[in-house]
């Protein structure tokens, strides 16, 4: 019955690793993919998580204001 946010909100970066030991994050929308420039695994899923939480970017927060 209860969800968790994690659950509701579809994540839109994934982390992966290349062969050669760097992260890489790719946006599923757009299938763009970037180097996260470290090959620490924690490191790489906290950047992408960060990434995954503002998503929506400041016109979610405006709108939550009312501006």
């Known amino acids: ?3 968790t946010m994690k659950e509701n909100m579809k994540q ?3 982390v992966f690793l290349r062969p050669w030991g760097t992260f890489y994050c790719e946006d599923l929308v757009t299938g763009k993919q970037e180097t996260l420039k470290t ?3 924690n490191e790489a ?3 992408v998580a ?3 939480e503002t998503q929506d970017g400041p016109s979610s927060v405006r ?3 009312g501006s």
């Open 1 to 3: 019955m209860f969800t």
């Open 50 to 52: 960060a990434r995954n």
């Open 39 to 41: 090959r620490d695994k």
């Open 45 to 47: 899923h906290r950047l």
């Open 12 to 14: 839109r970066y994934r």
């Open 63 to 65: 709108g939550c204001l």
